[in-house]
């Protein structure tokens, strides 16, 4: 059993602990968070004991690893300290969002030589693996063209915005990991352009709130992004990935399948109402998989590199929105 310990007992916190508390391998011992109370309420509820301090969560005689889910501002400081103490990682995104002092942290983590995964959790969604499966077979020939689509149905309040680094570090990213991911190339430029529509006072924290951005990859393929933080229809996701000899999609998901025929009109059932509700299977089956390479010996992925590398294309990305230009992106 693979001892436990979780920081962050926030929303994605809570995710985290009811599939930390149901996985069979886990023994799922304490959580920490900067508020007390917070922590009691979840630790109660999953059956784990609250740790009073950060100190209980570092002791590696009593923990194996830590999830850290905590504040973004504070990853880098929780993974450097988990790090020295030799305990695995699993690591909510960013590790930091400047992305210097995130390759610094990194660095020290991959010379402690201890396990760690940033939890890019979508590569873990069943129809992105088959994807992935279909362009690694060479069914599709070589890829040409990547469609992403990423499209919130609600604007997040403005006091997310404040602090989560821009749509491009916080929402766009995880479409940068996958198209490195689905590709198996890393990007070498980037034109963003933006505007905010849904939310004008975004502009104030110099964000856009809808987005498209093209990145071009070596031997000169395509890749094209959507992301809007507001769509008014529900939570809306899909790739298209055509390749030079055919073409392989996973298509956006309703929230069922059933149709209603009358009166010369067909009704179909809606989209999922949010983006927890689409993705929610694939924070457990990265916990899963996280924990099955620790236990097997084998690399966790997606690993510190590749957080790095979806960083800094986010990073590209970000100075293009401003430059009006195609910037090249610099690992």
């Known amino acids: 059993m693979l001892r436990f310990a979780l920081i962050g007992a926030g929303f994605i916190g809570s995710v985290h602990a009811t599939n930390l508390a149901a996985h069979p391998g886990i023994d799922f011992r304490l959580v920490y968070d900067v508020d007390q109370q917070r922590a009691q309420t979840l630790a109660a509820v999953q059956g784990a004991a609250v740790a009073a301090t950060l100190d209980e969560v570092f002791d590696a005689s009593a923990i194996d690893a830590v999830f850290i889910a905590s504040s973004t501002d504070t990853h880098a400081g929780h993974l450097r ?90 929402q766009t990213v995880h479409f940068f990991d996958l198209a490195r991911w689905l590709s198996g190339l890393d990007p070498v430029e980037v034109f963003a352009t933006g505007s905010a529509l849904a939310e004008p006072g975004i502009v104030k924290y110099d964000d856009v709130d809808t987005s498209a951005v093209t990145l071009r990859l070596p031997g000169g393929a395509l890749v094209q992004i959507d992301s809007v933080r507001r769509t008014g229809y529900g939570y809306d996701e899909r790739i298209e990935i055509m390749g030079s000899t055919g073409m392989v999609e996973a298509r956006r998901h309703r929230n069922g399948a059933v149709s ?62 401003r430059s009006g230009r195609m910037e090249t992106i610099k690992y």
């Open 260 to 321: 209603r025929y009358s009166g010369g009109s067909v009704v179909d059932d809606g989209l999922h109402p949010g983006w927890f509700e689409r993705v929610q299977p694939t924070y457990a089956a990265a916990l899963a998989a996280f924990a099955s390479s620790l236990q097997g010996g084998s690399d966790s992925v997606p690993s510190l590199e590749d957080g790095l590398k979806a960083q800094a294309i986010a990073e590209a990305a970000v100075i293009s929105l």
């Open 81 to 170: 300290r988990a790090a020295a103490a030799g305990i695995a990682v699993l690591c909510e995104k960013p590790i930091d969002l400047d992305l210097n002092h995130a390759r610094d942290v990194a660095a020290f983590a991959q010379d402690a030589g201890v396990p760690v995964m940033v939890d890019f959790n979508r590569r873990f969604d069943r129809d992105y693996a088959e994807l992935k499966r279909v362009v690694d077979s060479g069914q599709i020939g070589k890829v040409e063209l990547i469609q992403l689509t990423s499209r919130g149905p609600s604007m997040p309040p403005l006091s997310y915005i404040a602090t989560s680094g821009g749509q491009m570090r916080d």
